[in-house]
Structures are given as C-alpha cells and as structure tokens.
C-alpha cells in the first residue's frame, strides 16, 4: 500500500489529513481482507484434502478393476476418510459361524455382490493394505466372507447400494460381522504322499501303480503304461485331457481320502454314479480302479 501511495504524490507533497485517514481505514481493511482471504484458502485447502485421495487418504468410493481376474462393475471399495493423524483399530471376536470385526475408517475392505444385480448381501473381494481391515490379525481370513451385519444391522439381503450406504454412514470405529460358514475339509494324505493305486481292466492282469498326491489321474495312468482309451473310437477322438469327450470316464471301487467328484462330472456322467472323469481328477489318496 505504502508503494501505490508514493506512485501517486510527488515527492514532495504530502498526504492531507483526509488522504492520510482515507489511506489508514483502507490499509486496515485491505489487511483485514487479505487475513480473510489467506484464512478461507487455508480452510478450502483442508476441507479439499479431506476428499483428495493420497497415500494417506482414500476416496469415499472408488471402483477398481483387475487385469488377471477382473471384479464385477459394481465391486467397489469401502474406502472411507479419516484424519491422518487417526491410527486404525482392530478389535475382533469370534462364534461358531461369526467373525466380529471393530475396525477404524479407512477399512480398505473391497466389497463385491454375492450375486450381481440381487439383493443377496456382499462379500470381501479384496484387502488394500492402506485400510485398517489389512493390519488386523484376522486378514488372512477376511477375503471370501460375506457380511452379515453392520453395527448390528442384518445385511445379509441388502443391496450394494444399500450396504455401502450402511457403512458410510457408521461411526468410526465401525463394527462389521462376517459369515464363516463351514470350514474346508483338510486333506486326508499330503501332497506328494506316495499312494497305491490299483487297476483293474478287462483281459489284463490287475496292476497297482505307486503314485504322488497331487498328480494328475490321467497323465500317471499313461505314464505307467495303462491304456486308458480302448478301441479305435477313443484312441482317436479323445480331447486329450480338456474334459469334453468322457473317454476317460473309470469306474472306482474303492477309494480312500477323495472328496466328492464335481458338479460338471455329476452333469458329464451322471448316470455313472462311482465313475470320474481321470483327466480332472488330482490323485488324492489311494483307491481301486476299473478301466472299461
């Protein structure tokens, strides 16, 4: 001001009264407007920051994808902000089929629809490690569970919508509960196990095999010379292990450590109740097998 003042008056005029008052309430004010103005950009700086995702901030909603195994459109993160300064808690509890997680936002949880398009609840697709859900002891064991409630709210047959929402709108920390369901059945032999597989077939004396858990059924019984296709048909118009032709299709008599055949052989080869498909079968354990 003092600068815009001398380019005005000669250098030896001096300010009259009126001047000099008119200079000092308007120097005051412009001082006074300038601290507004610093002082509003300050405050627009950290309102903007609040919602500006950074290493340390994520955004109220953010869609991810996945080149190897690309999520469903609507999979969105639970991403939710919080000061920096806010360190993320982890209190978790467990019941028979619950698993009860008080986690602080951001949870970093990437949430997917159990079915896409239905009101059939969500379930974990992904942890960031930029969310409190990942440094919780629990991690290794979040990823495939469904919610069940939000800070006691079933939200078992929400929408994504309507979940995510759910979650937004919960205090931090936030307490989430997820299904367990059934725990998987523990193998019975290990892989790499040496196992005995019998093979019985017609006009050949029967022949026991030693083979590793975890080999493909198919590819050992051709490796120890077994003629897994009979006749010109099979020999010539098997699809070499994709699964297609049933060719492959043998009978098992007995059979220790195996689990159920799958819903595709049950569709394949339905009216074969004991029979397996050996090109999509890992051996297992030991079993007694028939070859038509």
């Not at 951001?106 to 379930?123: D, F, K, Q, R, W």
């Not at 019975?188 to 493909?216: H, L």
């Not at 296709?229 to 699964?243: M, P, S």
């Amino acid at each position: 001001p003092n600068q815009i003042v001398q380019l005005i008056l000669s250098e030896n005029q001096q300010p009259t009264p009126c001047f000099s008052n008119f200079y000092r309430d308007h120097t005051m004010n412009l001082t006074r407007s300038t601290t507004l103005l610093v002082s509003a950009t300050i405050a627009l700086i950290s309102t903007t920051n609040a919602f500006v995702p950074t290493t340390t901030r994520n955004v109220a909603v953010a869609k991810t994808t996945s080149t190897a195994f690309p999520l469903p459109e609507r999979t969105q993160a639970a991403f939710l902000p919080t000061s920096v300064l806010r360190t993320g808690m982890s209190l978790a509890s467990t019941s028979t089929d619950i698993l009860s997680l008080t986690l602080e936002k951001p949870l970093g949880i990437i949430l997917e629809e159990v079915e896409e398009g239905m009101s059939n609840g969500v379930l974990v697709g992904e942890l960031s490690d930029a969310g409190s859900a990942y440094a919780s002891a629990e991690r290794d064991r979040l990823v495939g569970l469904k919610l069940a409630s939000v800070m006691g709210e079933d939200v078992t047959s929400m929408g994504f919508d309507d979940i995510m929402e759910k979650i937004i709108d919960a205090p931090s920390p936030v307490t989430i509960d997820f299904e367990l369901g059934a725990e998987p059945p523990q193998p019975q032999y290990d892989v790499g196990t040496v196992v005995t597989i019998k093979v019985i077939q017609e006009g050949e004396p029967d022949k026991e095999i030693s083979a590793r858990v975890g080999d493909n059924l198919r590819k050992t019984l051709l490796d120890n010379k077994v003629e897994v296709y009979r006749g010109l048909k099979k020999k010539l118009g098997n699809c070499g292990g994709a699964g297609q032709c049933t060719y492959c299709a043998m009978d098992f008599l007995e059979q220790e450590g195996w689990e159920e055949r799958s819903e595709y052989e049950d569709g394949r080869i339905g009216k074969w109740p004991t029979a397996r498909l050996a090109c999509l079968n890992s051996i297992q354990g030991p079993a007694t097998i028939r070859i038509q």
